[in-house]
């Protein structure tokens, strides 16, 4: 039987995933667990630096930062009895606390979000407050109702889902070299022929996006451009050989290129590479969104294989 007027209920989700990897259902539609207030995952209030001259009326924009993201949280959580009350208090407490990482080496937890049409938000953050427990009125003694408040270090929201793709076979086949539309910011001399593969992402994200490649040798040289926005990765004077894996992290506190032997290969990245800003970039910063990265090497064979992946990355839901 259909009820006239009726309407689905809206099947949402809060979620706080602790640093060692336990999925709390803070708001559960279907349970007895309910997020009264959330706030704070809108657009947060940017900083500008700009400069002034001596003679200059206003001032100069030069750049902009987003600051720490900060979240308010109202949690309403209720049991049928006391014992249950004091059990559900416990396993919060026992949730949240911030020992459940190392405290001289902190690892955040996270913020999901889980809308009603499927899509999923992640967020990065620390408890710097609450629960404190007011004791509740004369009727509520079964009940937890209070306000948490976590702080984002990195304000920037993300699907949790890699996006990840591979080009594969570098080998030179022929006289003539392979190349997919990029223009390279080297040559290579005729005993050293080169091959260039491509990925095309259509990103989906609205805040840049800071991918890692995972490069299985044999090969020699190694250069990795954004085709829409200029930056590069480049490689020189090392030899890869068959099988070791080289991974060039470009997450903003890592930026590391390790083989899988633990060996730091910065010393050979070119001094006109732009480690510290490539990037995946959001329209309009790139046409439509679509960013082609290139990848040339010389010394490849069939085996050779480069594999990129990447995360959708949001200023606010």
Request: contains cysteine; negative net charge.
């Amino acid at each position: 039987m259909t009820v006239r007027n009726s309407r689905t209920p809206l099947l949402e989700l809060i979620q706080y995933i602790t640093p060692d990897g336990i999925t709390v259902n803070l708001h559960d539609p279907a349970g007895d667990r309910a997020v009264l207030l959330y706030e704070g995952d809108g657009l947060p209030s940017v900083s500008y630096s700009s400069t002034k001259g001596p003679s200059q009326h206003g001032s100069t924009i030069l750049g902009v930062k987003e600051p720490e993201r900060e979240i308010d949280l109202a949690l309403r959580w209720t049991a049928c009895s006391r014992d249950d009350y004091w059990t559900m208090r416990h396993e919060l407490v026992d949730y949240l606390r911030p020992n459940r990482t190392d405290v001289d080496n902190p690892t955040p937890g996270v913020l999901r979000r889980v809308l009603s049409n499927g899509e999923i938000y992640d967020l990065n953050v620390v408890l710097v407050s609450g629960p404190k427990f007011i004791f509740p009125t004369k009727w509520d003694h079964f009940s937890i109702q209070e306000p948490l408040h976590f702080i984002a270090h990195n304000p920037i929201l993300y699907n949790p889902t890699n996006i990840t793709d591979d080009v594969e076979d570098f080998e030179v086949v022929g006289e003539e070299d392979i190349v997919y539309g990029f223009t390279f910011e080297f040559t290579f001399s005729d005993d050293d022929p080169y091959v260039a593969r491509s990925f095309t992402v259509n990103y989906a994200g609205n805040w840049e996006s800071f991918p890692t490649f995972t490069v299985e040798g044999p090969w020699s040289h190694l250069l990795i451009g954004n085709q829409e926005t200029g930056k590069k990765i480049e490689l020189d004077g090392y030899a890869s050989p068959a099988l070791e894996i080289t991974t060039i992290d470009l997450t903003y506190n890592v930026k590391s290129i390790e083989t899988d032997s633990n060996v730091s290969l910065l010393n050979y990245l070119t001094n006109d590479s732009t480690l510290g800003t490539f990037a995946i970039q959001p329209k309009p910063l790139v046409t439509d969104g679509i960013n082609t990265i290139a990848v040339a090497i010389v010394g490849g064979t069939a085996d050779t294989t480069v594999t990129m992946s990447y995360k959708n990355r949001y200023i606010g839901i």
